[in-house]
T-cell receptor, first 111, second 107 residues
Framework: ETGVTQSPTHLIKTRGQQVTLRCSSQ?????VSWYQQALGQGPQFIFQ???????GRGNFPPRFSGLQFPNYSSELNVNALELDDSALYLC??????????FGQGTRLTVV | AQRVTQPEKLLSVFKGAPVELKCNYS??????LFWYVQYSRQRLQLLLR??SRESIKGFTADLNKGETSFHLKKPFAQEEDSAMYYC?????????FGKGTRLHILP
């Protein structure tokens, strides 16, 4: 059984660019969710996918989008990056609602 | 609006002393609450959930609907309890986290 893995671990992008973050779910988990964690804050829910369909979204603009693939891996895409998008992005997979297994995160810096 | 409040950013407790990490929530429905923990250089992980009514690593948490609280308690703190603790509320299909409390156990 493998845990949740995210790539890359660190990333630096320029304002206005686009970024794709990747997540490999824990074996057997069909639900994946993404969170943004700014410095000194708790994780904030971005959206969730269940069997390749988005089934929940937090208070984030449409330039935050995602995909879930048949093998339940996932991508988070952010267009038109802004300085405030700098944060730790966490992916979590689950098979029981609320019981989330987190990846180690991707640290995104927008300059 | 649904909200989770952890009033303390930092809590310092001597080893062997009791620990209480406070969590209050705002939710009109039937709440489902969790505590997550992040130890140094490790990923965020589930500590316990209220519906399980279990004790994990000596920690317990009781849901008090009257006070809308879900405080995390441990009778005797250990050095390995030093970590960041997040209270979380499940709302529909999403989890709302508090801002977290850093627990620092003093020797």
């Amino acid at each position: 059984e493998t845990g949740v893995t995210q790539s890359p671990t660190h990333l630096i992008k320029t304002r206005g660019q686009q970024v794709t973050l990747r997540c490999s779910s824990q074996s057997g988990h069909n639900t994946v969710s993404w969170y943004q964690q700014a410095l000194g804050q708790g994780p904030q829910f971005i959206f969730q996918y269940y069997r390749e369909e988005e089934n929940g979204r937090g208070n984030f603009p449409p330039r935050f989008s995602g995909l879930q693939f048949p093998n339940y891996s996932s991508e988070l895409n952010v267009n038109a990056l802004e300085l405030d998008d700098s944060a730790l992005y966490l992916c979590a997979s689950s098979s029981v609602p609320g019981v989330a297994f987190f990846g180690q995160g991707t640290r995104l810096t927008v300059v | 609006a649904q909200r989770v409040t952890q009033p303390e950013k930092l809590l310092s407790v001597f080893k062997g002393a009791p620990v209480e990490l406070k969590c209050n929530y705002s939710y009109s429905g039937s709440p489902e609450l969790f505590w997550y923990v992040q130890y140094s250089r490790q990923r965020l992980q589930l500590l316990l959930r209220h519906i399980s009514r279990e004790s994990i690593k000596g920690f317990t948490a009781d849901l008090n609907k009257g006070e809308t609280s879900f405080h995390l308690k441990k009778p005797f703190a250990q050095e390995e309890d030093s970590a960041m603790y997040y209270c979380a509320l499940k709302v529909d299909d999403k989890i709302i986290f508090g801002k977290g409390t850093r627990l620092h156990i003093l020797p």
